[in-house]
């Protein structure tokens, strides 16, 4: 049923997105008052932008990962001069709210807990740095976007895993939301993850 649903989301030549002004630019549905990507930008969208960022044949369909927020933030400035709208990050408030809506989702996304194997808590998440890294050497812990359930009427996916993300918070950007090794508890103190498992997803303005 999920490959169904994903089946669903705009695609060209197997790229996750919609073309336009000839630019693969992220799908954007409408959740919470936002139109919101359905998706975080993949590897192949960040890379028409930024032809330094590389990333393995077959892949494209991933999140693109260890973005800073100035890159972040020059993607959305980049994409609304190719196509002619207005896209951006979420501010704070936004990606809160738009997060708020994963925590029910939390069983069903790529984070700490699913690849533990059970409920992970802050003590664990210390004790499985070694076996993460371990992991980590024999591949990376992303999953192609829209790979776990989605949240909301019109399916927004990843908000509660995969990568974290960017938003605006005043004159600055903030790391938001759960990833591959961010435990779910949400007892737990918030912790940005490394910077390779970091992203974003795009607000268009209309």
């Known amino acids: 049923a999920l490959a169904l649903e994903r089946a669903k989301a705009k695609q060209k030549d197997g790229l996750f997105g919609s073309e336009i002004s000839g630019v693969l630019a992220p799908e954007v549905v409408f959740c919470d008052s936002l139109w919101v990507g359905r998706f975080e930008v993949t590897r192949a969208q960040y890379a028409a932008f930024d032809p330094e960022y590389q990333f393995q044949a077959g892949t494209g369909n ?9 890159k972040a933030k020059a993607y959305c400035r980049w994409l609304s001069e190719k196509t002619g709208q207005t896209y951006r990050l979420p501010t704070e408030k936004e990606l809160k709210k738009l997060l708020a809506r994963a925590k029910g989702n939390a069983d069903h996304e790529n984070n ?8 992970v808590n802050p003590d664990d998440a210390r004790m499985l740095a070694p076996k993460i890294h371990e992991l980590e050497q024999k591949g ?6 829209g790979s776990f359930r ?10 509660g895993g995969n990568v974290a993300e960017w938003c605006t918070a005043g004159d600055s950007g903030k790391v938001l939301g759960g990833s591959a090794v961010t435990p779910k508890d949400p007892a737990a103190k918030y912790q940005a993850p490394p910077l390779r498992y970091v992203g974003f997803r795009v607000i268009l303005e209309k």
């Open 112 to 119: 700490l807990d699913y690849w533990a194997g059970y409920d």
């Open 140 to 145: 990376s812990l992303l999953w192609p976007v």
């Open 150 to 159: 989605p949240v909301g009427k019109n399916r927004v996916y990843d908000l």
């Open 62 to 70: 991933y999140p693109a990962s260890g973005i800073s927020y100035e």
